[in-house]
T-cell receptor, first 114, second 114 residues
Framework: DSGVTQTPKHLITATGQRVTLRCSPR?????VYWYQQSLDQGLQFLIQ???????AKGNILERFSAQQFPDLHSELNLSSLELGDSALYFC?????????????FGPGTRLLVL | QQQVKQSPQSLIVQKGGISIINCAYE??????FPWYQQFPGKGPALLIA?????SEKKEGRFTISFNKSAKQFSLHIMDSQPGDSATYFC?????????????FGRGTQLTVWP
C-alpha cells in the first residue's frame, strides 16, 4: 500500500458528461501529480500541484482541470467526455527527503466512457 | 514525442533466466532514472533508481546499468521468477527539478514462465 488513495476505483459514464476524480496524497506529501495511462500512449503526465499551487502542466486537455485543496487532497475534473478519454487515471504524491524524492502512485481510477 | 524510448514492448522469459529491458533518452538534462513495476489492477511502484554519476546499481536480483555516453540504461532481473511477471516502466526526470514530473517509457510487459 503506497499510502496514496484514489476514489472512485471505477467510473462508467457517457459521452458529454463530467466527472471528478479524487486523490488523497500520503501524509505530509505536498506535491501531487496526475497521470493518464492508456494502452496506446502509456503513462502521460497531466498536471502537478505543490502545496495548493499549480507547478507544471503536461499533456492536459482544456476540457480537463485540477486543483489541490488546503488539506492537500486533489481533484481532477474531466468534462465534455469523449470515448478517447477512457483510461486509467493515476495520482502520485511525493516529498523531498534529503536529496531523494520518490513518487508514490495510488491504485488509480479506471474511467470508461460509453 | 516520446522522450524516453523503451524496448522491448513485451518479453517472455523462463523461470531462472535473465530479463533485460532497455531504455534510451536524448535529453542530457535528465539526471534521475527510476524504474517502476506495475501489477495488473495496481499503480506503478518504484523498484530501483539510478543517477548518472554511477554506472551500475544493484538491489537484490534487480540491477540498473547506465551508459551515460550512449544515453542508455537498462534493467536486468536475475533469476527471474513468475512473481516478477508485471509491466515495467523506465522513467527520467530533469536535473534541478526535485519534485518534478517524470517522463515515462511506454512499458514492457514481462511474463516469466514457470
Amino acid at each position: 500500500d503506497s499510502g496514496v488513495t484514489q476514489t472512485p476505483k471505477h467510473l462508467i459514464t457517457a459521452t458529454g458528461q463530467r466527472v471528478t476524480l479524487r486523490c488523497s496524497p500520503r501524509s505530509g506529501d505536498l506535491s501531487v501529480y496526475w497521470y493518464q495511462q492508456s494502452l496506446d500512449q502509456g503513462l502521460q503526465f497531466l498536471i502537478q500541484y505543490y502545496n495548493g499551487e499549480e507547478r507544471a502542466k503536461g499533456n492536459i486537455l482544456e476540457r480537463f482541470s485540477a486543483q489541490q485543496f488546503p488539506d492537500l487532497h486533489s481533484e481532477l475534473n474531466l468534462s465534455s467526455l469523449e470515448l478517447g478519454d477512457s483510461a486509467l487515471y493515476f495520482c502520485a504524491s511525493s516529498r523531498r527527503e534529503g536529496s531523494q524524492e520518490t513518487q508514490y502512485f495510488g491504485p488509480g481510477t479506471r474511467l470508461l466512457v460509453l | 514525442q516520446q522522450q524516453v524510448k523503451q524496448s522491448p514492448q513485451s518479453l517472455i522469459v523462463q523461470k531462472g533466466g535473465i530479463s533485460i529491458i532497455n531504455c534510451a533518452y536524448e535529453n542530457t538534462a535528465f539526471d534521475y532514472f527510476p524504474w517502476y513495476q506495475q501489477f495488473p489492477g495496481k499503480g506503478p511502484a518504484l523498484l530501483i533508481a539510478i543517477r548518472p554519476d554511477v554506472s551500475e546499481k544493484k538491489e537484490g536480483r534487480f540491477t540498473i546499468s547506465f551508459n551515460k555516453s550512449a544515453k542508455q540504461f537498462s534493467l536486468h532481473i536475475m533469476d527471474s521468477q513468475p512473481g516478477d511477471s508485471a509491466t515495467y516502466f523506465c522513467a527520467a526526470r530533469r536535473r534541478g527539478s526535485t519534485l518534478g514530473r517524470l517522463y515515462f517509457g511506454r512499458g514492457t510487459q514481462l511474463t516469466v514462465w514457470p
